[in-house]
């Protein structure tokens, strides 16, 4: 495995990696395609414990004087993210439409990733089968395709913390 890894096409400046917050369960379980198989409160459990990650967008101008304060240059709302489950598996990826293409979703992933490794779990992912935006996505920062029953599963062969 090569270790040239996806870089954001967007500048590391205009956005912000974080951990997701408790109060961004709603919001997560609104825009999964799969919200019909876990309810608000699930993601939200898992928010709470377990490593997740999220780009925030820089906040216009206005909207800093509007708050009055020079310490928030970043909303509140994540515009991409993803989680984990309790055994390890990457989730629940998300970006708005209008971040998409940007390099948003291989950056939040590829900092959970390395949060994981570091915590000591074993990440990997799932990936429909007709998804080929995630599967691109996913290879391109490193996961490889394991099996295949319905789903792909994905992971990162032989992950080392330095090749992130």
């Given at each position: 495995m090569d270790n040239k890894f996806f870089t954001p096409t967007i500048p590391?400046?205009?956005?912000?990696?974080?951990?997701l917050a408790e109060k961004d369960a709603e919001l997560i379980h609104k825009n999964w395609i799969y919200n019909f198989a876990e309810d608000v409160e699930s993601i939200r459990k898992n928010i709470e414990s377990l490593p997740s990650m999220a780009a925030y967008d820089k906040m216009l101008s206005s909207e800093q004087d509007n708050k009055n304060n020079n310490m928030e240059s970043f909303t509140d709302k994540p515009i991409s993210w993803a989680l984990?489950?309790?055994?390890?598996?990457?989730?629940?990826?998300?970006?708005?439409p209008e971040y998409r293409c940007k390099g948003l979703s291989?950056?939040?992933?590829?900092?959970?990733?390395?949060?994981?490794?570091?915590?000591?779990i074993t990440p990997f992912v799932n990936i429909?089968?007709?998804?080929?935006?995630?599967?691109k996505a996913m290879e391109n920062i490193g996961f490889r395709k394991y099996s295949s029953i319905g789903y792909q599963i994905y992971w990162v062969p032989g992950m080392q913390l330095s090749e992130f």
């Open positions: 590391r400046s205009d956005f912000l990696l974080a951990p984990t489950r309790p055994y390890g598996e990457v989730g629940f990826n998300f970006t708005f291989g950056a939040v992933t590829k900092e959970l990733v390395k949060k994981l490794i570091e915590d000591g429909a089968g007709k998804n080929p935006a995630s599967v």
